[in-house]
């Protein structure tokens, strides 16, 4: 008698997300309609960047460094002051984490740009204003170890002739993924430049992640790390809405009778499509 063939369980909708091209992804998460959430107007300066959403496998060495170096910039006294300590490698091989896609906040605007990060969208409005784990911060920048910890991605793409280094003023970086089995929107990264602190940019981020979370057929929550060193960062989200999730981990007795204190916390938001509340003014560091 022939072996019985066994059917393929259908896809889950996180692995349907994570199978998408990054246009699709923009498309059926993001769903924009105009193409103003990739426009970012700086209310002070007035200076206007661009938001382009792509995936770590498209990622150039330039611009996956520039990330790299803003984490680094960020948050590297609050991994030294963890645990875990600050490990560049480990740090670099999780941010080429196939599933990792990134949301890129580059200074100036042009085609180039776009059509590499398959951030065009349709509509003609183009005026709109548009962690690892233990995180740091998001108006100013932090980050954290990302979920599940190193990861190892696949090839970075050689620097596309349409971008000019040095332009990656700010990012976040995100993972449709599962925590304690279930599907979540995960967090990994927040960063901001200097001059990009308190300029309302980390509420713009973490709205364009709600929208996607929402979107995605049985995810019901954004989650994120944030180291505790990091007050500023704490605050910032709590005064977003993200409140403390169960799983966030507790003390843990040692032998000997020790007691080691957690460095983080897991922070989590039900996921909603609309504006993060909050003034810029109330802008902090973190996530």
Known sequence: MPPVKRKRPPPTPIEIANQKSDEDFIKEYLQPTSSSWTWFTHPKTQTRYTICLIGAPRMSREDLKQCY?????????????????????????????VELRYLLVLEGGGAGQKGKCGCASEGKDEDGQVSERAGGGAESGGGGEGKGGPRDGNGIEEEDAGRKAGQVAGFSSMMPTYEDGRPVLYCYEIHLGDSLLGA???????????????????????MLSCFLSNA????????????????????????????????????????????????????????
């Open 69 to 97: 170096d803003l984490i680094e910039h960020t948050s590297r006294q609050d991994y030294e002051r963890a645990a875990a300590g600050w490990k560049p490698g480990r740090k670099m091989r999780e941010m080429k984490s």
């Open 200 to 222: 309302g940019l980390g509420r713009t981020l973490i709205s364009h992640l709600l929208t996607i979370a929402a979107n995605i057929p049985s995810v019901q929550k954004l």
């Open 232 to 287: 500023r960062g704490l605050a910032f989200y709590r005064k977003i809405g993200f409140e403390e999730d169960p799983y966030t981990p507790g003390p843990r007795l040692l032998r000997g009778g020790k007691t080691l204190e957690p460095d983080y916390v897991i922070l989590k938001r039900d996921v909603e499509v609309g504006k993060v509340e909050g003034s810029e003014k109330e802008d902090g560091k973190g996530e």
